[in-house]
């Protein structure tokens, strides 16, 4: 894949201040919307890897769990298992099934920590709770999404109305504990600015986010501006937008800063102002990022959006080199849904039809193989003929498998 893609793309990845001086800048055409409406600085997502294997890999887990005399003495382990099935349910887009496992786990853990008066024990209904906080909000119901995080929420110090024992007692486990509190806080911030960013609705994400930026700390910050960058801007607001990108670009570390970079270079794109050297900074910085340190989805986001911008502003062949070392990072960190994502990018920076071949040869067999919904439908949406690919149902399905165990753990957990 790599020689004949490569050849493709004309040549090695050009590495040299040379080579890439050699290349021309204009302008194309953009979309009406003048930031892309998703967030470059955000929790590392989760890696997405094949989902059989994973599946097989819980059930075993779980087997062994079952075993154990104290199951409440693994309780941590239990409710990773749970947490990463319920992932699982949700890729395959069956939100029943993942749903139903996140009530399975918060009622196992609940009625363990009343048998035991061990209330500690509640910390593992936190993130089945979140979970079925963001199901909402796939779902396009934002209402019922933000209750439950508001259920969850210390920032309300008002006391319990009698009738609330449960939720004091989260309250307090939440305030004690830093991991959770921190994951709590995090959700509380960004699903709704997720739901904000997905459904386009940036008057209500600016009013939000200078609401929360009064009371929150900067631990959170840099998510925040980014989305109140992208909302002003996509609302017309540039003056304000460019303000805050240049207050943003002095006040942040380095490594920070990137990321606010990268947003100005894509307002300036859109307004025909030359950005070369900057882009040109930024594809050297992802190339770099490949090979140094530990490689995670955060840093091929990031090299994908730079490789965006790149097309967006001309610079179609080092955009392709780009998003096909992105190709190359998803496959090594073994992510399922990332490397979709990058097919698709790569597919719609390559207007060669040898290379698009290429490309869409790597699409077929991935919507072969894979079982992740939303890399299904990405690939799709701009391969429409791989509605003509059967997915793999050769191998023994375990997924089935693992929802009922898990569903007749938590029924038999007390026995």
Not at 99 to 127: D, M, P, T
Not at 348 to 373: C, K, N, P, S, W
């Amino acid at each position: 894949m790599k020689t004949n893609l490569a050849a493709v793309i004309d040549g090695p990845l050009p590495v040299s201040p040379c080579h890439l001086a050699a290349c021309t800048y204009h302008s194309v055409p953009m979309t009406k919307e003048i930031l892309k409406n998703i967030l470059l600085f955000s929790e590392s997502r989760i890696i997405n890897k094949p989902i059989l294997p994973w599946a097989n890999e819980l059930i075993a887990s779980l087997g062994d769990l079952m075993t154990q005399r104290d199951k409440r003495g693994n309780a941590a382990s239990i409710a990773k298992i749970y947490n990463q099935a319920a992932h699982i349910f949700l890729a395959l887009d069956d939100i029943r099934s993942a749903r139903e496992l996140c009530y399975s786990q918060i009622q196992l853990f609940i009625g363990w920590s009343q048998k035991s008066g061990n209330y500690a024990l509640l910390k593992h209904i936190v993130e089945p709770w979140v979970n079925l906080s963001c199901m909402d909000r796939l779902e396009g119901n934002s209402g019922d999404a933000f209750n439950k995080l508001a259920l969850l929420s210390i920032q309300d110090e008002s006391p319990m109305r009698e009738g609330h024992p449960l939720k004091q007692l989260l309250r307090d486990i939440i305030k004690a504990d830093e991991n959770i509190h921190h994951f709590v806080k995090s959700a509380c911030l960004l699903e709704p600015v997720k739901y904000y960013l997905i459904h386009k609705q940036y008057e209500a994400l600016i009013t939000f986010v200078e609401a929360k930026q009064e009371t929150e700390s900067m631990e959170y910050d840099l998510p925040l501006q980014e989305a109140l960058i992208v909302s002003l801007a996509n609302t017309g607001k540039m003056n304000r937008a460019f303000d805050l990108l240049n207050h943003c670009r002095s006040s942040y570390s380095r490594s920070a800063s990137a990321v606010f970079v990268l947003r100005e270079c894509e307002m300036n794109v859109y307004l025909n102002k030359p950005v070369f050297a900057e882009l040109q900074a930024l594809y050297k910085r992802a190339f770099r990022s490949f090979h140094l340190g530990y490689l995670n989805t955060a840093k091929i986001l990031h090299a994908m959006h730079t490789a965006h911008v790149m097309h967006q502003a001309g610079l179609s062949e080092m955009a392709a080199k780009l998003g096909y070392c992105c190709v190359e990072a998803a496959e090594r960190i073994n992510d399922e849904c990332l490397k979709a994502e990058s097919l698709v990018l790569l597919y719609e920076l390559i207007d060669q039809t040898e290379g698009r071949q290429i490309v869409e040869d790597l699409m077929i067999e991935h919507y072969f193989t894979t079982r992740y919904a939303a890399a299904r439908k990405h690939m799709i949406n701009v391969f429409p003929d791989l509605r003509h690919v059967e997915s793999r149902r050769e191998e023994v399905d375990a997924l089935p498998a693992l929802f009922e165990e898990l569903l007749m753990f938590s029924a038999y957990a007390f026995c």
